[in-house]
């Protein structure tokens, strides 16, 4: 009975561990919304942001979205955290993003 206890809490404490561990706080989710060719445009703007920040040899990028996706189709807008890893550090961007149209979306980053 005691190893079904032990077991039964390691059981339910792991996905918090792990969520804890892999999702920066108050995003909703790893990964992104945003297309292969939205992703290689903002990362321009991405790595332009993270030299400010002090680094100019950027290695890494790990997607987050913060914001799930409100509106219609075609004016969607939703926010996603972009975490930079490199010159021996950690650098999260916020992106805002919002359709123009059907086929077409633009970028901001967060202030």
């Not at 804890?20 to 995003?27: D, E, H, K, Y």
């Not at 990362?43 to 996706?69: D, L, R």
């Not at 950690?90 to 086929?103: L, W």
Request: hydrophobic share 50%; net charge neutral.
């Amino acid at each position: 009975m005691r190893n079904a206890v032990v077991t039964a809490v390691v059981v339910v404490a792991l996905p918090v561990i792990a969520w804890a561990q892999g999702v920066p706080s108050g995003a909703l989710r790893e990964g992104t919304l945003a297309n292969a060719k939205l992703i290689q445009d903002a990362k321009v703007g991405v790595a332009a942001k993270v030299a400010t920040m002090g680094c100019s040899q950027p290695e890494k990028v790990e997607f987050f979205v913060v914001t799930a996706p409100q509106g219609a189709v075609g004016q969607r807008h939703w926010t996603e955290l972009w975490v930079v890893s490199g010159c021996d550090g950690k650098y999260p961007v916020r992106i805002e993003f919002h359709e123009d149209g059907p086929a077409a979306a633009n970028w901001t980053i967060a202030k």
